[in-house]
């Protein structure tokens, strides 16, 4: 089984303080590699920066204090910071997890504990906590397992083409290579087709 991340998200701001969201925005995206912090769906499959969302992790709702406060933001897509919403188990922003209930914060080394990902991109929970994540945040939406191996084809036909040039410069046969290319391509179609199927079922 893999970790949800491909690369795991670290906040590189702390204990700092902005007027608007704005400027958190551009360091969370930088800080979440561009990638929704519960999910790890890549931004650009669904709109791109404007689209995505500064989730909160203890609701401000709740906590109005830490509205601006860096430790609690993540870089979110919007199926999951809407599945989210307000949701919260404790009486105060340290009471994350109640018993077999809560969220764990994607920074965390211990959301790996909770949440994995199966070799074919399915989102899976391994534990009561990852349970209530998995259900609470509708990780069990298809569109995480297609968005993944939609990333998985896309990053191998960039090392393939990257091999046909190296190739052609040097006047050397490529024909399988572009075979292969080819097939990656409808494959990568296939799946963008999956995607967008799945969004008229869920909308």
Known sequence: MLNIHQIKPKRTYTGERWRTNNSNKKRLAKDFNYRCGYCDDADFYSGGYNVYHVEHFAPKEKFENLQYTYENL???CPYCNISKSNKWVG???DENILEA???VDPCDEEYDKHLKRTA???IIFITPVGSYMYRELKLYLK???IIHNLEKIRL???KIKEKIEIKKNAGIDCSNLEYIYRELCVHFSE???LMFEEEAVHN
Do not use: Q
Request: proline content about 0%.
């Open 74 to 76: 993540l870089y979110s």
């Open 91 to 93: 009486a105060t922003s």
């Open 101 to 103: 209930e809560g969220f």
């Open 120 to 122: 074919n991109g399915k």
């Open 143 to 145: 569109r995480h397992e």
């Open 156 to 158: 191998r036909k960039k």
């Open 191 to 193: 799946y963008y087709d």
